[in-house]
């Protein structure tokens, strides 16, 4: 079986865009697949490998840092490549391994020789020798020549083709450039550039047309005369995106390339590129858009957009698992005949079904709603065992250490979020790793969808009331409730030695007064157990909902808990 090799390729420009990752998954999938089943066959000249190469040659958009926030974010969603630039990789590794939420990261990534670097380096920004080179290559073969026009002339050139198009009533203009340099002759071109005239270099697209045969939308035929000459070597002697990739690509040995469908209009200039250095094309994958709720094209600036903002309240199981299902259908299978139409996969379940002929054609819809769903499901799974729940007391651990919650709040609130004080009974205990993981435990079962719920939904916790706040709740009870819990509810909690047994705490909460009671007022009635769980809620959380009252108890501990019930 032939090694399959790919690469993703993203230019630092800025943070990881959702779609960017969904391309990083589908190219990690793919890899990951191919290097299990080649294992133990012959080597081949090159193994089976995910690249991350980085793009920087349009060093007018280069953003410092983008590329290690880019390698990091691989690296904490656990698509972790197998070749690319060393330090930044292992710098991103080294990141992922401090943060608590990150995905576990692969074995092979303690290897001292990870990442291999057999085709470096992995920055275009250093290889642009060899694309220079390249580009002698096509200006002495013919399949390229120089463009000495100004940018003025270029600007015209565009005004014009929008002009036209505008006239026959599209949005899409025609090619822009009339080829007006081609007719220089080789010596002249020549003469031009030696007496250091600025130009661009341009490939020469040559009649005819060009078949496509994309593993996703089939067979594409494209004539020629749509394809515009395009830019391959800038005037500040850097290679475009369209020369640049195929180069590398070639030399790095990719066999398919899996990437976003925006680029599926510019592929025959990259086929025409290889067919002109006399190479074997690889194969072709392009990837639907993912659109918004709107139907826009996604942007960073949506909720969901932007990889490293998600980092915070998402799990990257569920991240990864949410972007797979963005364009891509599970397989039928004999063995497990719902497959097709489950949606809760991990990573190692996705490399072992995942088939880049399953893709869809149509675009994807991104919805916030349905990333939450998916979040919840898999914070479900972790917490089923030991080391999950562990996982998820480590995350909440990372939040509450970077969560404002001695900030400054509002005193006539009564929600859970503007509990400010610190637990007075424990200094430092509300930020205990066993502490928190009771605290995980006992809610995880309640509608937790974004890993920040627990430090600020559940902030009672891990922080007391102020003054105010307590007034203020104390003001919402009821005198029956009120004089219920003080004269009932208390002393019966205070006969247990711990609030470690759930079932005696349920038990406790349900006293009552007599009816002739005089602490209760006149005419009260009997009272109803949800009016009491009510204000046994209010003053033990000040939040309408959450964990049952018995739950929440318990894990707060007796001391506590009493000291609240008492307030009222």
């Known amino acids: 079986m032939s090694a399959l090799r790919v690469r993703f390729a993203p230019s630092p420009t800025g943070s990881l865009h959702l779609g960017g990752l969904r391309t990083a998954l589908f190219n990690f999938l793919s890899a990951e697949k191919s290097r299990r089943a080649s294992a133990g066959s012959p080597g081949a000249a090159l193994p089976p490998s995910f690249i991350l190469r980085i793009e920087d040659t349009d060093r007018t958009r280069f953003v410092p840092g983008a590329g290690e926030q880019l390698a990091r974010s691989l690296c904490w969603s656990g698509l972790v490549p197998t070749e690319g630039p060393g330090e930044l990789l292992v710098a991103a590794r080294e990141a992922a391994r401090q943060a608590a939420s990150s995905a576990p990261l692969a074995p092979e990534t303690a290897a001292p020789h990870w990442p291999a670097e057999p085709c470096g380096p992995y920055h275009q920004s250093l290889r642009t020798g060899l694309y220079r080179e390249h580009v002698d290559r096509l200006l002495e073969s013919g399949h390229a020549y120089r463009c000495f026009c100004t940018p003025e002339r270029l600007d015209q050139m565009r005004a014009w083709a929008q002009a036209a198009a505008a006239k026959q009533g599209s949005s899409q203009a025609g090619l822009s450039y009339d080829r007006h340099c081609l007719s220089l002759s080789p010596e002249e071109s020549r003469r031009r550039a030696q007496a250091g005239e600025a130009h661009t270099v341009r490939l020469a697209v040559p009649p005819g047309k060009t078949v496509i045969n994309d593993l996703v939308y089939g067979r594409i035929e494209i004539d020629h005369a749509q394809v515009d000459d395009q830019i391959l070597l800038k005037s500040d002697a850097?290679?475009?995106?369209?020369?640049?990739?195929?180069?590398?690509?070639?030399?790095?040995?990719?066999?398919?390339?899996?990437?976003?469908?925006?680029?599926?209009?510019?592929?025959?200039?990259?086929?025409?590129?290889?067919?002109?250095?006399?190479?074997?094309?690889?194969?072709?994958?392009?990837?639907?858009?993912?659109?918004?709720?709107?139907?826009?094209?996604?942007?960073?600036?949506?909720?969901?957009?932007?990889?490293?903002?998600?980092?915070?309240?998402?799990?990257?199981?569920?991240?990864?698992?949410?972007?797979?299902?963005?364009?891509?259908?599970?397989?039928?299978?004999?063995?497990?005949?719902?497959?097709?139409?489950?949606?809760?996969?991990?990573?190692?379940?996705?490399?072992?079904?995942?088939?880049?002929r399953d893709i869809n054609r149509g675009s994807a819809v991104v919805s916030v709603e349905k990333l939450n769903w998916f979040n919840r499901q898999h914070i479900l799974r972790l917490a089923a065992t030991p080391e999950g729940l562990r996982r998820l007391a480590d995350i909440v651990l990372d939040h509450l250490a970077g969560a404002a919650l001695d900030g400054p709040a509002d005193a006539a609130a009564t929600t859970a979020e503007h509990w400010t004080r610190p637990i007075p009974e424990a200094p430092g205990a509300a930020v205990d790793r066993e502490y928190v993981l009771r605290v995980v435990a006992a809610i995880v079962t309640d509608r937790i969808a974004l890993l920040g719920d627990v430090s600020s939904t559940y902030r009672y916790f891990f922080r007391e009331a102020s003054p105010e706040q307590v007034a203020a709740i104390r003001a919402t009870l009821a005198p029956a409730v009120a004089a219920t819990i003080r004269h009932a509810v208390l002393p019966e909690l205070a006969r247990l030695p711990d609030f470690a047994d759930e079932k005696a705490l349920s038990a406790c909460l349900k006293a009552r007064l007599p009816a002739d009671d005089p602490r209760l007022p006149a005419g009260a009635g009997p009272l109803k157990q949800k009016d009491l769980l009510q204000g046994l809620r209010s003053l033990l959380t000040g939040s309408p909902a959450g964990a049952p009252i018995a739950t929440v108890m318990a894990v707060l501990g007796k001391q506590v808990a009493e000291r609240r019930l008492a307030e009222c």
Do not use: C
């Open 238 to 356: 850097y290679p475009t995106y369209h020369l640049a990739n195929v180069v590398d690509d070639h030399h790095m040995g990719i066999t398919h390339v899996l990437r976003g469908e925006e680029w599926l209009s510019s592929t025959p200039k990259h086929i025409l590129l290889y067919h002109a250095f006399g190479w074997t094309p690889p194969r072709f994958a392009h990837l639907p858009l993912l659109l918004d709720e709107h139907r826009a094209k996604l942007s960073k600036r949506h909720a969901a957009g932007n990889v490293a903002a998600l980092e915070a309240n998402y799990l990257p199981e569920a991240v990864v698992n949410f972007v797979a299902m963005l364009g891509w259908t599970p397989p039928r299978s004999d063995a497990d005949p719902e497959q097709h139409t489950r949606e809760v996969f991990s990573l190692e379940e996705l490399v072992q079904i995942f088939d880049v």
